[in-house]
């Protein structure tokens, strides 16, 4: 005696196999359209005019003065803490050790990243410069470097 059965999958299955498919879709579409290296790119651009905004706001309400920095940048992290919301921010780029919030100050100058180099973010204690201390093109634009964002 046959059983009428009939084979397939079931509506559950179906649904299960198209969730698994979309989350990897999801994995895998930013790494594939490289949107994730544009996205890394204009979060820098975004950090660094905040950051650059906070030292414009110390000078502002000190005199002009410029915040203070030396060693791996603490004082100057302190010192503009109350016009950057949160925490002062991790640079996003360069070498994995080199990721970091240190800030290295530099004096009077052309304000170029250092090779290789050793934090972050980069100071010019004499005019204000704040940049991102990494010197490699972007990922978005080969002809455009890190620190000259």
């Not at 397939?8 to 989350?23: A, C, P, R």
């Not at 490289?34 to 979060?43: E, K, P």
């Not at 203070?68 to 925490?87: E, K, L, N, Q, W």
């Not at 921010?89 to 080199?98: D, K």
């Amino acid at each position: 005696m046959k059983k009428n059965m009939k084979t397939g999958f079931t509506l559950i299955e179906l649904v299960v196999v198209i969730m698994i498919l979309g989350i990897l879709a999801g994995v895998a579409a930013p790494k594939l359209l490289s949107v994730s290296s544009d996205a890394t790119d204009n979060g820098l651009k975004q950090t660094l005019s905040i950051v650059r905004d906070a030292i414009e706001l110390y000078a502002s309400e000190n005199g002009g003065a410029l915040p203070p920095c030396t060693s791996t940048g603490a004082d100057f992290r302190t010192a503009i803490a109350p016009f950057v919301r949160g925490a002062f921010p991790i640079c996003p780029v360069g070498l994995v050790a080199n990721k970091n919030f240190n800030v290295v100050p530099t004096g009077a100058g052309a304000t170029v990243a250092d090779n290789p180099s050793s934090a972050g973010w980069k100071f010019n204690t004499a005019d204000g410069t704040f940049i991102c201390n990494y010197g490699a093109a972007t990922s978005s634009d080969a002809a455009v470097n890190y620190d000259a964002l």
